[in-house]
C-alpha cells in the first residue's frame, strides 16, 4: 500500500488543513510548556554554574544570579527524564529570593516536596537537583571569597 492509496479518498485542502492544525497545537502546546516553566532556560552571564551527572545517567545544570544577597534569577537545564525536569524546575524555584543561606537549607527533600513527591526509583532525580544546586552556590561563595582577598 503506498501513500496515494492511502490518501486517495481524503481531498488535499482537508490534508493540508488538518496538517497546520496539528502546526499550530504543537507551537501552542511549546509556548505553555515554556510560560509554564519558565526556570527552563540558558542565563547570559550567571554569577555561578554548576553542571553534574547523575547516577542514572541524566545530567543537571543550574545557573544563579544574586542581586544585593539574594538569588534574583535561577535556571536550569537537564537531559534527563521528566522527573529529572520537574525536580530541576523546583529546586530553581526554592532558590530564588533566597539568601546563600537559605539557599543551603534547600535539601533533595524539599525539592521532592516542592515536586508533590515522587516515585521511589526516581529519588535520584531530588538528589541530582539539589546536589547540582548546592555545588552551584558553593561555586558562587567561592567566587565571593576571591573577591574578598
Known sequence: ?????????????TIGVGSL???LVVGIWILLLNR???????????????????????SMKISLKFNKG????????????????ACGAAATRLALGKSPEEVAD???MSVKDAVGGLPEED???ATLAADTLQESLRIYCLGINKKAE
Open 1 to 13: 500500500m503506498d501513500f496515494l492509496t492511502i490518501f486517495s479518498g481524503i481531498p488535499w485542502t
Open 123 to 125: 529519588m535520584h532525580c
Open 70 to 85: 539574594r538569588v534574583a534569577d535561577a535556571t536550569y537545564w537537564t537531559d534527563g527524564c521528566k522527573f529529572s525536569s
Open 21 to 23: 492544525v496539528l502546526i
Open 106 to 108: 534547600i535539601s533533595y
Open 36 to 58: 509554564v516553566n519558565p526556570t527552563l532556560a540558558s542565563m547570559d552571564e550567571p554569577d555561578a554554574v554548576a553542571i553534574a551527572k547523575g547516577r542514572c545517567g541524566d
